[in-house]
């Protein structure tokens, strides 16, 4: 069993930045895929990023792209996405999500999911 938790939401401006993490916790993680998805309200839930266990490869939604970046670090057991240039359109809950790899975690596939951080960009 994994357990994950989300922290570093909050509201700021647009063209501000948030650093989101993603803290594991029951089973190290350094040998799974790890990403983030987003629900904005009313709208489905959405793929954000994915990063595999070694950080060789990363994946990212064309709406982030150049924008946002996925890291991590497998000694503390945590994934983090820095989010610069934030629209009000990035308004959403970000979840956290682990994966085989980063095409399962970019299906959704994932047995583990975060509570949520909301982030609120305002215009």
């Known amino acids: 069993q994994v357990r994950l938790v989300e922290s570093g939401g909050g509201l700021v401006q647009a063209g501000g930045s948030l650093r989101l993490s993603c803290a594991a916790s029951?089973?190290?993680?350094?040998?799974?895929?790890m990403g983030w998805f987003r629900q904005a309200p009313g709208k489905e839930r959405e793929f954000v990023s994915a990063?595999?266990?070694?950080?060789?490869?990363?994946d990212y939604a064309d709406s982030v792209k150049g924008r946002f970046t996925i890291s991590r670090d497998n000694a503390k057991n945590t994934v983090y996405l820095q989010m610069n240039s934030l629209k009000p359109e990035d308004t959403a809950v970000y979840y956290c999500?682990?994966?085989?790899?980063?095409?399962?975690?970019?299906?959704?596939?994932?047995?583990?999911w975060g509570q949520g951080t909301q982030v609120t960009i305002s215009s």
């Open positions: 029951g089973r190290t993680i350094s040998s799974t895929a």
């Open positions: 999500t682990t994966g085989l790899n980063n095409l399962s975690v970019r299906r959704g596939q994932g047995n583990y």
């Open positions: 990063i595999n266990w070694a950080s060789s490869n990363t």
